[in-house]
Nanobody, 128 residues
């Protein structure tokens, strides 16, 4: 059974930083894409960043480029989302999700939300 556990959310002032972690209980971790998604109140869930555990390819949404970084420690089966220069519009519940890499490439994987496995989410609140 696949389990994903997020941690690292919290309350931070605008301009501050947080690092989210997604610990995955996945036997064949290297075959998965791990994505970070977020959902703000009244808005649809959107892909923020994704990483392929197989080849390390990454994708970042335009709204977070230059501020967020995604990385993976395959030995620990943990994916991190380093968030710097946070803005009030980054406030949302952040979820990590896992699925096999499909034919759409890493950008395509971040554009879809139909992942098989999801974590419980962690709240990120940025005060202005």
């Amino acid at each position: 059974e696949v389990q994903l556990v997020e941690s690292g959310g919290g309350l931070v002032q605008a301009g501050g930083s947080l690092r989210l972690s997604c610990a995955a209980s996945i036997f064949d971790f290297d075959d998965y894409v791990i994505g970070w998604f977020r959902q703000a109140p009244g808005k649809e869930r959107e892909g923020v960043s994704c990483i392929s555990s197989r080849d390390g390819s990454t994708y970042l949404a335009d709204s977070v480029k230059g501020r967020f970084t995604i990385s993976s420690d395959n030995a620990k089966k943990t994916v991190y989302l380093q968030m710097n220069s946070l803005k009030s519009e980054d406030t949302a519940v952040y979820y990590c999700a896992a699925d096999f890499l499909g034919p759409w490439g890493i950008q395509g994987m971040c554009a879809m939300t139909g992942y098989d496995f999801w974590g419980q989410g962690t709240q990120v609140t940025v005060s202005s």
